[in-house]
């Protein structure tokens, strides 16, 4: 038996799951063994034949009755969601209303995404032809999920390769298994055929995932992204990568200080930091430091902590991410920063870390440099947008970042300076909610992108084209039954309609 939010190395037989911010007894969780993953990969692949074939008003039917299961379920899953991280019911309450809302959208859209394309021919003799391109899905979705979100983030993804026709293997994160299984029977209580299966562990089960999927969406760690990549490579597997930040925050010298301030506590504070897209770093021109400094202590000093209902935050996942945190507030204070607020774990059970706003702060600081995910918010002083811009481009990571500016036009200007994903204007993570846009990171933050509209279902398939006559009269083709003077006039032919269209554009 193991513990999971501890340091278990063991992950065979059954689990205990145990509630962070107590220690309390959260559930039980059966670990799947490494090589049973072959055998329901094969199973998902028999069942995924007639979910393609259901065709995507078929599949949209399957997803709208989980849709309401999802809703009519949520107090229990948000219960179970609480127990397992030790959530507050604030940050809780967020994840079934974003996966309805994106099922809602994705069950508008998934007809047109996977619609078979015609394009034209290329070439006036091709015309003969009609040339279809069929989206047609990959027959199992390996997704891999960390423990953040654990509801929002197993499904988020799937949902999109579901719709797509594909089957789902979904391996949640070792420390929050407990959801997902929930998740799952959801799926199957509301009807969902067999194309939607749990497998619980840690890497060894993931590398498993990977082994067997056809295409692997992985969210998680920069450093675990790199290590799914090169085994997707093995089988040249395509994969997505979700992966870490360290989001950037420009305040300019004629922002609303005071909206500034209450979206910079709550997008650093928000589910107690450990958001991909949370503000990590803040960047403020000197003329507004001292009045934005002074709001976002006074929001911070307003911040109630704990499990459950009315907190704003709750706990850290686990000791080890209590300990990045708590590291690079050391650190950081070591070399000269100050801490305004917090600085320390919260006294009493659980792994708790004080909301902590930290000043002095410079790029010499892991504070500034590294994905901290703890409940801290370092603001660093800066002479000029163009310095603003130039510090937060200064990271290997590029997922989001957030501008506030009462000029939005200029805002909108920076966010086009910025080496990341999606900027936010006068607001923080708003992106998310917009899932007919693409969430994607830059450099280290990721590969491919989620959502998307179309084309975060369109993902999930390969596509496949079918060239057909448009009559049977005149079909059969160029073959050696004509003479080779007539191979050789063809030829020419299409040599001089292809160069007609350089020729004109040369000139
Ligand atoms: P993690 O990388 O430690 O683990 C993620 C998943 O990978 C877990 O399910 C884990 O069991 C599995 N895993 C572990 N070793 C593996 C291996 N060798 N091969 C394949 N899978 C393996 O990440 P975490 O600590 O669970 O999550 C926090 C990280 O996730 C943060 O860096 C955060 O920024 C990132 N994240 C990114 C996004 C995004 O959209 N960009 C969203 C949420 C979280």
């Known amino acids: 038996m193991t513990t999971t939010n501890s340091a278990a190395t063991a992950f065979s037989g059954t689990g205990t799951v145990l509630n962070p911010a107590s220690g309390e007894v959260a559930g039980e969780v059966r670990w799947t063994d490494p090589s049973d993953v072959q055998s329901i990969a094969t199973g998902l692949r028999a069942a995924q034949r007639e979910w393609e074939r259901r065709g995507a008003k078929g599949r949209a039917k399957a997803l709208a009755r989980y849709a309401v299961w999802l809703g009519d379920n949520r107090e229990e899953i948000e219960k179970l969601l609480i127990a397992e991280t030790g959530k507050s019911s604030t940050d809780a309450a967020q994840e079934v209303p974003l996966l309805i809302m994106i099922l809602s959208y994705v069950i508008k859209v998934m007809d047109k995404a996977v ?5 034209p021919a290329s070439l006036p003799l091709m015309r003969v032809k009609k040339i279809a391109i069929h989206y047609r899905p990959r027959p199992v ?6 423990w953040n979100y654990p509801v929002a983030n197993a499904l988020m993804d799937a949902i999109g390769a579901l719709a797509a026709g594909c089957a789902v293997l979904l391996k949640p994160s ?12 959801g799926w199957q209580q509301s009807g969902g055929p067999d194309v939607f299966a749990v497998v619980q ?13 056809d295409y692997v969406q992985f969210t998680g760690s920069t450093a675990t992204g790199r290590k799914v ?4 490579a093995q089988r040249l597997v395509p994969v997505s990568l979700e992966l870490g930040g360290k989001d950037p925050m420009i305040v300019c010298e004629d922002a609303d200080i005071d ?6 506590v709550w997008g650093a504070m928000f589910n107690a930091g450990q958001t991909c897209v949370s503000v990590e770093r803040v960047y403020v021109l000197e003329s507004v430091y001292d009045k934005f400094v002074a709001a976002v202590v006074r929001d911070v000093e307003a911040l109630q902590m704990g499990a459950g209902e009315g907190k704003h935050f709750g706990a850290l996942i686990s000791d080890q991410q209590l300990a990045i945190t708590e590291r690079h507030v050391k650190e950081a204070v070591a070399a000269g920063a100050r801490a305004l607020t917090g600085g320390r774990r919260a006294a009493g059970p659980g792994s708790f870390y004080e909301p902590t706003v930290l000043v002095d702060v410079d790029h010499s600081m892991s504070c500034m440099t590294e994905e901290t995910f703890g409940p801290t918010l370092p603001i660093m002083k800066v002479a000029s947008v163009e310095e603003a811009i130039r510090l937060a481009n200064d990271s290997v990571y590029g997922l989001s970042a957030s501008v506030f500016s009462r000029d939005v036009s200029r805002a909108k200007d920076i966010a086009l300076q910025l080496d990341c994903g999606a900027v936010n204007v006068n607001d923080v993570i708003s992106n998310l909610m917009c899932t007919s846009a693409p969430m994607g990171g830059w450099k280290t933050s990721g590969i491919g992108a989620r959502f998307g509209g179309e084309d975060g279902i ?14 049977n009269l005149g079909a059969g083709g160029n073959f050696y039954n004509n003479s080779l003077k007539t191979l ?3 030829n020419r032919m299409v040599t001089r309609m292809a160069l007609a269209r350089p020729r004109r554009t040369a000139k």
């Open 115 to 119: 619609a078979p394309e015609i394009r």
């Open 141 to 146: 979705v390996g997704v891999i999920a960390p």
């Open 174 to 185: 070792e420390q929050t298994p407990l959801t997902a299984e929930l998740l799952r029977h």
């Open 201 to 213: 562990g840690a890497r060894e089960v993931a590398e498993a995932v990977i082994d067997n999927a």
């Open 229 to 232: 990549a090169e085994r997707a």
């Open 259 to 264: 909206l500034a301030a209450h979206a910079a």
């Open 458 to 471: 369109r993902k999930f398939c390969r596509q496949e084209t079918v060239v057909a006559p448009r009559t």
């Open 488 to 490: 050789a006039r063809t």
